[in-house]
């Protein structure tokens, strides 16, 4: 007589590899959640979120964050710096001057279409530090901006807008003597 059915043994070593073979996929799949909640969490991912836009060209690598002037009192005058009262007085009224030894770039005077160099004063891994490095340069009254390269992981803070390399150089010299560090010029996109 002729068999018309199959016969499926199954033996304890199947049960086993299909039960770790379920557990793998479960953690695998339980990982690729957890990486996209963290993309998602990420002060960078935020920021271009945010912008709701890419590039242009569709490569998405670079996204600019301006920040308003911030005008904040320092929690304590550092000893060494003196302020004249007229600089104070401007300040109060919200409209700081700067002295004729030391000019700053104008933005209303520079259009951005117009403008070719800025400073880069820092590049921050990360963003709080980036934010942190861009009021205090607004403080000072230059218009500050953080791009983020988001290939790099990288968040660069840029100061001033310059016509001219030979401006920009004056004005970074001004800074690298002020702050006692080096930064660099780069051209603005």
């Known amino acids: 007589m002729e068999k018309t059915y199959f016969e499926f043994k199954i033996t304890f070593l199947h049960i086993v ?10 953690i695998f799949l339980f990982y690729m959640g957890y990486q996209a909640g963290q993309r998602r969490t990420d002060p960078r991912t935020m920021i271009a979120n945010e912008q709701g836009r890419e590039d242009a060209a569709g490569n998405g690598e670079l996204s600019v964050v301006d920040e308003p002037p911030v005008r904040s009192a320092p929690a304590r005058p550092a000893p060494r710096q003196s302020i004249p009262a007229e600089i104070k007085l401007h300040e109060e009224q919200g409209s700081l001057k700067t002295p004729a030894a030391e000019p700053r770039p104008d933005p209303a005077k520079s259009p951005a279409a117009e403008t070719n160099y800025t400073i880069q004063v820092g590049a921050f891994a990360d963003f709080a530090n980036a934010q942190r490095c861009s009021r205090k340069y607004t403080a000072l009254g230059y218009p500050a901006a953080i ?43």
Do not use: M
């Open 147 to 189: 791009i983020t390269d988001n290939q790099k992981k990288l968040h660069t803070v840029q100061v001033g807008s310059f016509a001219s390399l030979a401006e920009a150089q004056k004005e970074k010299i001004s800074l690298e003597t002020r702050e006692k560090a080096k930064f660099t010029i780069k051209k603005s996109r």
């Open 17 to 26: 590899v299909f039960l770790v073979a379920v557990i793998a996929i479960g």
